[in-house]
């Protein structure tokens, strides 16, 4: 069974500048999270997709991030324009039920770098 | 709101030694507390998590940890560590009853193992 995939490994853009990464959870999988790890400190929770809906996006730092999941596959989130403090490594994770209890798998992570 | 704490950065360990890592936590309600790892180039992977039920969880790669309910920890421990244990360790908590969607990491511990 494929794991969670991210799209790129590495992005270096400068500032001002619009990226888009992508993620693909496990297959089946109707729960899709967002997390970011900036400059070394914990990793932070963005948003929660179920099938193709925002059950959360409470951690989205401001709109220059949006979020999307068409279908209920894959999911892009989408940086415009970035700014510095928007450089970390942005995780994707799935799983199949949701809940306090259920573990979350997660992707390699997209390592963004603004110049 | 819930919170992790990873009071130490770095962790050196020799080689067939046990190791711990340590973590600490803070919920309103009673945690959910999740362990992951992350190796160089790689997603986090699911380690082991505490729900309900015995204290002592044990999970992959021979890792085991205590939920310790009155001293609000839940440290990672492994009886004789391998060099190939070297990564990044990450703990979380999601707290219940709450947003489900929100689990807080720790900021990450990272375990060299020396031959």
């Given amino acids: 069974e494929a794991g969670v995939t991210q799209f790129p490994s590495h992005s270096v853009i400068e500032k001002g500048q619009t990226v888009t990464l992508r ?7 109707d729960n899709l999270y967002w997390y970011r790890r900036v400059m070394g400190k914990e990793i932070k929770f963005l948003l929660h ?3 193709e809906s925002k059950q959360d996006e409470s951690g989205m ?27 970390g490594v942005y ?21 963004l770098t603004v110049l | 709101a819930q919170s992790v704490a990873q009071p130490e950065d770095q962790v050196n360990v020799a080689e067939g030694n046990p190791l711990t890592v340590k973590c600490t936590y803070s919920v309103s309600g009673n945690p959910y507390l999740f362990w992951y790892v ?5 997603g986090l992977q699911f380690l082991l998590k505490y729900i309900t039920g015995d204290n002592l969880v044990k999970g992959s790669y021979g890792f085991e940890a205590e939920f310790n309910k009155s001293q609000t920890s839940f440290h990672l421990k492994k009886p004789s560590a391998l060099v190939s244990d070297s990564a990044l360790y990450f703990c979380a908590v999601r707290d219940f ?14 375990l060299t193992v020396k031959p």
């Fill in chain 2, 38 to 42: 992350q190796y160089p180039n790689r």
């Fill in chain 2, 97 to 110: 009853p709450s947003n489900n969607n929100d689990m807080r990491f720790g900021a990450g511990t990272r």
């Fill in chain 1, 91 to 111: 995780f994707c994770a799935s799983s199949p039920i949701g809940g306090v209890a259920d573990t979350q798998y997660f992707g390699p992570g997209t390592r």
């Fill in chain 1, 61 to 87: 730092p401001n709109n220059r991030f949006l979020a999307e999941r068409t279908g209920g596959t894959y999911s892009t989130l989408k940086v415009q324009p970035a700014e510095l403090e928007d450089s």
């Fill in chain 1, 49 to 51: 997709f179920v099938k």
């Fill in chain 1, 23 to 29: 993620c693909d959870p496990i297959s089946g999988h």
